[in-house]
C-alpha cells in the first residue's frame, strides 16, 4: 500500500489575513506611486475594502496577489489624474534634473555612517529619493518591475502599455538611477 | 556595435531576453570595455538595490483605522 501525502490545505483567505499579509503591501506600492500620503492613504483603504467585499471570489493567493497589484495601480492612477495639473508637473521632474540632483541633493548627507543600521536608512533614504524623483511613467515601471517584482508582462497589463513599452521604459528608469546615484556608486557608499 | 548600442541591450541582457550569440557578444564587450562595464556593474546595483528595499510599516493611526472598517464591512456583508 502506498500512502500518498494529501496537498497541504492552504488556511482560508479571511479578511484578517488579507490585512495582516497584504495592507502594508497595498501602502507601499501606493507610497511609490503617489506623493500625497493622504492619498496613499485613501488607496490603501480603497482596495483593501473592495479586497474584503470580493473575497469569496478568488481562487487563491497567486489570483489574489494579482489582482491586488492590478488594483492598486488602477486606483493610483485614477487619484493621480484628480490632481491638479500643476502637482503632477512637480511630481515629474524634468529628467536632466533626476541625475543633477541625485548627486546635489543627497551628496552631502552621505558621510560614513557611524553603524550598519544607520548606513543602511541612509542607503535607503538615497535610493527612495533618486526614485521618487523619476518621472512617473518610469518610476511605475521601474516600481512594479524592480522592486515588486512582476514580470514585464504583468506590468504592461496592470499599466496597459505594451510589453516593448515596458522594456525600453524599465531600461530608461534604471538608466537615469544609475546616473542620479553614480556619485555614491563612486564614493562606495551604496554596496 | 558602439558602445551606446551596446547599452541599449543591456534590459535584455538583464532579463535574459538576448540570444546565446548576442549574449555572448554583449558580455564580451562589457569585459573589453572599462566604461561599459562599469555601466553595466551599476545597472546592475540599481536592480540589486531596489530588490533589497524593505516594506515601511502602516502608520499606526491607519491599521487602526483600516481594522475598523474591515470589521465593519465583515458585519455589513
Given at each position: 500500500v502506498v500512502l500518498v501525502a494529501a496537498p497541504p490545505v492552504a488556511p482560508a483567505l479571511t479578511p484578517e489575513r488579507v490585512f495582516r499579509e497584504h495592507a502594508s503591501r497595498i501602502y507601499n506600492l501606493a507610497r511609490r506611486m503617489l506623493s500625497n500620503e493622504a492619498d496613499v492613504e485613501d488607496v490603501t483603504q480603497e482596495v483593501l475594502l473592495q479586497v474584503v467585499r470580493k473575497l469569496?471570489?478568488?481562487?487563491g493567493e497567486a489570483e489574489l496577489t494579482t489582482w491586488l497589484h492590478r488594483v492598486t495601480v488602477n486606483a493610483c492612477l485614477v487619484h493621480r489624474r484628480k490632481q491638479a495639473p500643476q502637482l503632477a508637473r512637480q511630481i515629474s521632474a524634468p529628467v536632466e534634473e533626476v541625475a543633477e540632483q541625485?548627486?546635489?541633493?543627497?551628496?552631502?548627507?552621505?558621510?560614513?555612517?557611524?553603524d550598519h543600521q544607520a548606513q543602511c536608512r541612509e542607503t535607503r533614504r538615497l535610493i527612495e529619493h533618486a526614485i521618487n524623483r523619476l518621472p512617473e511613467m518610469y518610476r511605475d515601471t521601474f516600481v512594479l518591475a524592480?522592486?515588486?517584482?512582476?514580470?514585464n508582462a504583468e506590468v504592461g497589463a496592470a499599466l496597459g502599455i505594451s510589453l516593448p513599452a515596458v522594456k525600453s521604459r524599465l531600461h530608461r528608469a534604471r538608466l537615469l538611477l544609475r546616473d542620479a546615484l553614480a556619485p555614491h556608486f563612486a564614493e562606495g557608499n551604496l554596496e | 556595435m558602439t558602445c551606446r548600442e551596446w547599452q541599449e541591450l543591456l534590459a535584455d541582457l538583464a532579463s535574459g531576453d538576448l540570444d546565446a550569440v548576442q549574449t555572448r557578444r554583449c558580455r564580451a564587450h562589457l569585459r573589453r570595455c572599462g566604461a561599459c562595464g562599469r555601466d553595466w556593474a551599476d545597472y546592475q546595483r540599481v536592480r540589486r538595490l531596489a530588490r533589497q528595499l524593505s516594506e515601511e510599516p502602516l502608520p499606526d493611526a491607519l491599521a487602526l483605522r483600516l481594522q475598523a472598517l474591515i470589521l465593519q464591512a465583515q458585519v455589513a456583508f
Open positions: 469569496d471570489t478568488f481562487r541625485g548627486h546635489a541633493v543627497a551628496a552631502p548627507a552621505c558621510a560614513p555612517a557611524p524592480d522592486i515588486e517584482g512582476l514580470a | -
